[in-house]
């Protein structure tokens, strides 16, 4: 039996560039329905105190390395690594202390009145020198990030107040660079990032909050799969859990603005064995059987080494006899709404 843990990770507090204090976005994301969240302040680690469980949330406290470009998640490192080292240097560093880390926003474009470009420059660096045994995360789609990209002086408006209005998913480069690492070996997790900071504004009447954390929290989640339930006696090794199931792809993603996704499915079978997202089955002792059923009505697209392999509505069944790279994307009313990591097949 697997267990469902829907979680929210890029995460800003007033320690950086956000606006709202730990115990404020503890209590957004505790009714937001969330079980666990990784908070990634701007190159510090000073809110680490607030680590551990609160309530039926476990907390993480991690870092953003950020540069002019090039920002880089880096997970499980207890001291910050200088933001002033070339990207292939800093993300060495995270993985020699013993982390691991993410990607952010790679394929930014557009500079604008909300933000400037932070794309990740050079994608020849996609993790550590010695990649062997190392995975690396790609935030595949990062909704302020998408948001911003999309806005201009005649619509911010009417976006601001329909911010769905505002978003396109994952860009095509980068699912693409995401799909390519994985067909080449390199493996890479893809995940949704919210990047809140619950701006706030000033205007005639007083002090409005854009995108406040209570409502990003119902936007992208991702859900962990796990084959135990977090440990709710000890934080530490509930991290781990949190630490390992992302690191090993097992978890998928959602916009939740276009339906909860905590009854997604998607495995591959044969006769009595089950092997699920992030696992790595083999086809030498016969076929597979890939099963999908998103929870809801929405078109389901089975994407085998970055091509659409199969469609169906809400389920899936498809029989594979071939190793390869094969995940799940969903759209919900021609809006992109869920992406699993891949089922590793050789």
Same mark, same amino acid.
């Given at each position: 039996?697997?267990?469902?843990?829907?979680?929210?990770?890029?995460?800003? $507090?007033?320690?950086?560039?956000?606006?709202?204090?730990?115990? +404020?976005?503890?209590?957004?994301?505790?009714?937001?329905?969330?079980?666990?969240?990784?908070?990634?302040?701007?190159?510090?680690?000073? @809110?680490?105190?607030?680590?551990?469980?609160?309530?039926?949330?476990?907390?993480?406290?991690?870092? +953003?390395?950020?540069?002019?470009?090039?920002?880089?998640?880096?997970?499980?490192?207890?001291?910050?690594?200088? *933001?002033?080292?070339?990207?292939?240097?800093?993300?060495?560093?995270?993985?020699?202390?013993?982390?691991? @880390?993410?990607?952010?926003?790679?394929?930014?474009?557009?500079?604008?009145?909300?933000?400037?470009?932070?794309?990740?420059?050079?994608?020849?660096?996609?993790?550590?020198?010695?990649?062997?045994?190392?995975?690396?995360?790609?935030?595949?789609?990062?909704?302020?990030?998408?948001? /911003?990209?999309?806005?201009?002086?005649? *619509?911010?408006?009417?976006?601001?107040?329909?911010?769905?209005? /505002?978003?396109?998913?994952?860009?095509?480069?980068?699912?693409?660079?995401?799909?390519?690492?994985?067909?080449?070996?390199?493996?890479?997790? /893809?995940?949704?990032?919210?990047?809140?900071?619950?701006?706030?504004?000033?205007?005639?009447?007083?002090?409005? +909050?854009?995108?406040?954390?209570?409502?990003?929290? /119902? $936007?992208?989640?991702?859900?962990?799969?796990?084959?135990?339930?977090?440990?709710?006696?000890?934080?530490?090794?509930?991290?781990?859990q949190v630490y390992t199931a992302l690191a090993g792809g097992h978890s998928y993603f959602a916009n939740r603005l276009d339906g909860e996704a905590d009854a997604a499915l998607f495995y591959a079978t044969r006769d009595d064995q089950r092997w699920n997202i992030g696992d790595s089955p083999t086809v030498a002792a016969g076929p597979l059987t890939l099963v999908a059923d998103v929870g809801r009505r929405a078109l389901v697209q089975l994407i085998y080494n970055g091509r659409i392999l199969a469609r169906g509505k809400r389920t899936l069944c498809q029989q594979v006899n071939a190793p390869g790279i094969y995940r799940?994307?969903?759209?919900? @009313?021609?809006?992109?709404?869920?992406?699993? *990591?891949?089922?590793?097949?050789?």
């Open positions: 039996m697997m267990h469902i843990y829907p979680g929210a990770l890029h995460i800003h $507090t007033h320690h950086s560039d956000g606006t709202g204090s730990f115990p +404020e976005v503890i209590a957004a994301a505790r009714a937001a329905g969330l079980r666990w969240i990784i908070v990634t302040d701007h190159d510090t680690l000073v @809110g680490r105190s607030f680590a551990g469980w609160h309530d039926d949330l476990l907390v993480i406290v991690d870092y +953003e390395i950020t540069p002019d470009r090039n920002h880089f998640l880096a997970l499980n490192v207890d001291q910050v690594v200088d *933001n002033a080292l070339a990207p292939q240097d800093f993300v060495d560093e995270v993985y020699q202390r013993g982390g691991f @880390g993410i990607i952010a926003h790679p394929d930014e474009q557009i500079r604008n009145s909300f933000k400037d470009i932070y794309r990740w420059d050079d994608w020849a660096i996609d993790g550590p020198r010695q990649r062997d045994g190392h995975t690396v995360g790609l935030e595949l789609w990062n909704l302020m990030s998408d948001w /911003g990209e999309h806005l201009t002086q005649r *619509n911010k408006v009417l976006n601001v107040f329909i911010p769905r209005l /505002g978003l396109s998913g994952p860009t095509p480069a980068t699912l693409h660079w995401w799909d390519r690492l994985n067909m080449h070996g390199r493996r890479t997790f /893809g995940v949704g990032g919210v990047d809140v900071h619950a701006f706030k504004h000033r205007v005639p009447w007083g002090t409005i +909050e854009v995108f406040p954390y209570r409502w990003m929290f /119902g $936007t992208l989640t991702n859900y962990l799969l796990l084959d135990t339930p977090l440990a709710a006696s000890n934080a530490q090794q509930a991290t781990q799940l994307e969903a759209y919900h @009313g021609g809006r992109p709404w869920l992406y699993t *990591n891949p089922i590793f097949i050789h």
